[in-house]
């Protein structure tokens, strides 16, 4: 691993998960201020140098889609620890109780949760939050990541970072959690099409490729 890799990492560690485009970005920034030539692979090519290193020491830069709009984001992740560790970078033992209580309640309810239910939850902790508590607390898991937050719709679902580094965590955990078998990832909040759960970017993306198609025919 070459100093431009290790720029980037740095680059994840700090901030946790970016875009695709970001990392795309930050990637040629790196790379021309090093003065190095871009890899023929681009991004892709890229990471796989820095992953086979990273998995040395359990940790990578994993990739998810958004289940708002389908948008690819990277996560800096570790592969090797539980959930609960992972969570103990951030938080305390009452927050992670809390955020476990959440998660639940999220996946059980096809994806996503009203905001006064999960501050209902709250109450559920062994160590009691208080109302203000409870909402500092989701506005942080929300910046974090780990949730997301439809203001629109006051509803919660899971984070890109839950969806990439508690990947083996929901899927060993809740029966709920499908695989869309539209691009082989989990799928949490989706549309049930054909008896099969699917993420609502993946059926729109397919249905635009068989519009096209259909349209040349």
Known sequence: MEDCHRVFVQMMMAKQFVTEEE???????????????????????????????????????????SE???TIYYAFVNTHVDEHAKLARDYDVKLIDYFNKV????????????????????????????KTDANSALDQFVADGWLSHDKDAGEYGIGIRGLIELKP??????????????????????EWQ??????????????????????QD
């Open 23 to 65: 990392a795309s970005q930050a990637m040629d920034n790196i790379l021309q201020k090093l003065s190095v030539r871009p890899p023929s692979g681009g991004l892709t090519e890229f990471l796989n140098v820095i992953n086979s290193n990273l998995r040395t020491v359990s940790m990578e830069i994993g990739k998810g889609a």
């Open 68 to 70: 708002d709009d389908g």
């Open 103 to 130: 998660l639940q309640l999220i996946v059980k309810n096809e994806g996503c949760s009203s905001s006064i239910d999960l501050l209902n939850e709250a109450k559920k902790v062994e160590t009691k939050l208080t």
């Open 169 to 190: 965590y929901l899927r060993a955990t809740f029966d709920e959690i499908e695989v869309c078998d539209l691009c082989q990832d989990i799928v949490v909040r989706g």
């Open 194 to 215: 054909h008896h099969k759960k699917r993420h609502k970017h993946c059926i729109e993306r397919r249905t635009r490729v068989m519009s096209r198609r259909q349209a």
